[in-house]
Every structure is written in structure tokens, then in C-alpha cells.
């Protein structure tokens, strides 16, 4: 269901007359596994807590490709490596 939501998102989107920059598909994917990686390294915080290094991947993908490309890449990774 996510993935359905997630495809009627970006197919919205790319209708819209401002469009959505979409990235190809092997880039995609390379951002999806990067975001799965990020989200699963988890740092200890010196006040207690964790904190993920998603950012680090995802900000670069809202600079390039936009904020809808950057979240649909962050759910994707979070949902990846919840599972694993």
C-alpha cells in the first residue's frame, strides 16, 4: 500500500504544471539503498538518545531533485531498514 501511495504521489506531482524532478531509476535506487544505510547507522548521542546519518544523504537529494524525491527516498530507506 506505501508503494502505491508513494507512485500516485510522484504521478500527481509530475502532472502538476511545476513538475517534480524525478531521478532515473538506477540513481533512484542508489539513493534508496544509501538512505537504507543511513537510516541504520545509528549514533549515540553524549545527552542520551540516538541519531541516524539519513540527512547527511538526504539533504543533497532535496537540493537536486527536490523535497518530493528527498521524501519518498526517506521513506523508502527507513521502510528498508526497519525490515532488515
Known amino acids: 500500500m506505501p508503494a502505491a501511495?508513494?507512485?500516485l504521489i510522484v504521478?500527481?506531482?509530475?502532472?502538476?504544471?511545476?513538475?517534480?524532478a524525478v531521478p532515473p531509476l538506477e540513481i533512484g535506487v542508489a539513493l534508496v539503498a544509501l538512505a537504507a544505510l543511513a537510516d541504520s547507522v545509528a549514533v549515540p548521542l553524549a545527552a542520551g538518545g540516538?541519531?541516524?546519518l539519513a540527512s547527511l544523504v538526504l539533504l543533497p537529494v532535496m537540493?537536486?531533485?527536490g523535497p518530493i524525491s528527498a521524501a519518498l527516498a526517506a521513506a523508502a530507506g527507513a521502510a528498508?531498514?526497519?525490515v532488515c
Open 50 to 52: 540516538y541519531v541516524s
Open 63 to 65: 537540493v537536486v531533485y
Open 80 to 82: 528498508a531498514a526497519s
Open 5 to 7: 501511495a508513494a507512485a
Open 11 to 20: 504521478a500527481a506531482g509530475m502532472r502538476a504544471p511545476q513538475g517534480v
